[in-house]
T-cell receptor, first 116, second 112 residues
Framework: GAGVSQSPSNKVTEKGKDVELRCDPI?????LYWYRQSLGQGLEFLIY????????KSGLPSDRFSAERTGGSVSTLTIQRTQQEDSAVYLC??????????????FGPGTRLTVT | AQSVTQLGSHVSVSEGALVLLRCNYS??????LFWYVQYPNQGLQLLLK??????LVKGINGFEAEFKKSETSFHLTKPSAHMSDAAEYFC??????????FGRGTSLIVHP
């Protein structure tokens, strides 16, 4: 079946511009995560959605970052007024959720964001 | 609370040699444990997982890991390394939180 997809695969933007990154999770997966991976670094948790519950935003690094998930499916991560330190690979993952009895995650290929 | 420590940011082995990537965890509840692999310019892919039951877990590509509660470890092994195993490997723990916690990753280098 189809896996997690992300678009665009690459995004180059100028400092100060806003960007939107999209994630299409696996159908039926109730949990969705966003992570940031900087060069040579591990995964930095950003935000977690579970079903219709309020998202866990505890990992968002600043108020320039926001995310939404429409209809319990597609998610968009928005970065306003981008800064050079926002340059990274943004990874999305989905999971069957707690009700599925597992926490295993299925990752998309990522969006590489470069802020010039 | 939960945390993961991966010992060694880089591990270098010869092709055909044993691969051993170390992972120690901390969890306030019985853990779910995972190993993921990331090839260049790709997302993470699940290698194997431990939930309950048998403590020796076999995964894809000949990898396996053993859950040792007394040592709070979940080390990843493969008897014979292939060049295609060169990648970044991440250990993760879940259960104490709905959000899995990842280690910083270990880069596996395989040389001829």
């Amino acid at each position: 079946g189809a896996g997690v997809s992300q678009s665009p695969s690459n995004k180059v933007t100028e400092k100060g511009k806003d960007v939107e990154l999209r994630c299409d999770p696996i159908s039926g997966h109730t949990a969705l995560y966003w992570y940031r991976q900087s060069l040579g670094q591990g995964l930095e948790f950003l935000i977690y959605f579970q079903g219709n519950s309020a998202p866990d935003k505890s990992g968002l690094p600043s108020d320039r970052f926001s995310a939404e998930r429409t209809g319990g499916s597609v998610s968009t991560l928005t970065i306003q007024r981008t800064q050079q330190e926002d340059s990274a690979v943004y990874l999305c993952a989905s999971s069957p959720g707690v009700a599925g009895g597992t926490y295993e995650q299925y990752f998309g290929p990522g969006t590489r964001l470069t802020v010039t | 609370a939960q945390s993961v420590t991966q010992l060694g940011s880089h591990v270098s082995v010869s092709e055909g040699a044993l691969v051993l990537l170390r992972c120690n965890y901390s969890s306030s509840v019985p853990p779910y444990l995972f190993w993921y692999v990331q090839y260049p310019n790709q997302g993470l892919q699940l290698l194997l997982k431990y939930t309950t039951g048998a403590t020796l877990v076999k995964g894809i590509n000949g990898f396996e890991a053993e859950f040792k509660k007394s040592e709070t470890s979940f080390h990843l092994t493969k008897p014979s390394a292939h060049m295609s195993d060169a990648a970044e490997y991440f250990c993760a723990v879940a259960g104490g939180s709905y959000i899995p916690t990842f280690g910083r990753g270990t880069s596996l280098i395989v040389h001829p």
